[in-house]
């Protein structure tokens, strides 16, 4: 999904207001059960509700998605220019194995960057919530570990049974 600048600002606006959007926005999505840069506002105000987050926290947690957007903004944009390079690039360019050679350093580089600042956004929210919350939050992470493993089986499933399906030659 990509995010529209205007649209970032839409789940820090919709948490400060303690307002229940209707996907208003990517400004932060799911990221193994935690609240992470991508999100919508309605995932992002569910998942404060479910964990009973005070105003306090709210206010607290949005300050540190506001502070985390450009980096992340920045680390979008260089790998959507990745994208573009290697898209605008064919493979018989005399400098095709060179520019492939780049994007895949510079692709695993801003990964790196993202799981670093991913991580670190994480802990800033762990660290707000109470021993509660931190309990409300492993449990939903289970299930979303358990609705996903069930997507990917059945998802799975379907492509042996087309395979299955398909007129040998």
């Not at 932060?28 to 964990?51: C, I, N, Q, S």
């Not at 005070?54 to 450009?70: K, L, V, W, Y």
């Not at 991580?119 to 919530?129: C, D, I, N, P």
């Not at 919350?133 to 609705?147: D, F, G, H, I, W």
Request: hydrophobic share 35%; net charge positive; charged share 30%.
């Amino acid at each position: 999904a990509h995010a529209q600048a205007d649209d970032d600002d839409a789940p820090a606006a919709a948490m400060r207001a303690g307002e229940h959007g209707k996907g208003g926005g990517k400004g932060m999505r799911m990221h193994g059960g935690m609240m992470m840069p991508g999100m919508d506002t309605h995932m992002l105000m569910r998942m404060a509700d479910e964990l009973g987050l005070s105003p306090e926290q709210r206010q607290t947690i949005r300050g540190f998605f506001e502070s985390a957007q450009p980096g992340f903004r920045k680390l979008h944009d260089q790998m959507r220019s990745n994208t573009r390079l290697m898209l605008n690039t064919q493979p018989d360019d005399p400098r095709y194995q060179s520019v492939v050679q780049q994007v895949s350093q510079s692709s695993a580089e801003l990964a790196q960057q993202m799981v670093l600042q991913s991580s670190q956004l994480r802990t800033q929210v762990y660290a707000v919530l109470t021993p509660e919350q931190k309990t409300k939050l492993k449990a939903r992470q289970s299930e979303m570990q358990a609705r996903w493993d069930e997507r990917r089986a059945e998802r799975e499933a379907s492509r042996r049974e087309a395979a299955e399906q398909r007129p040998t030659r």
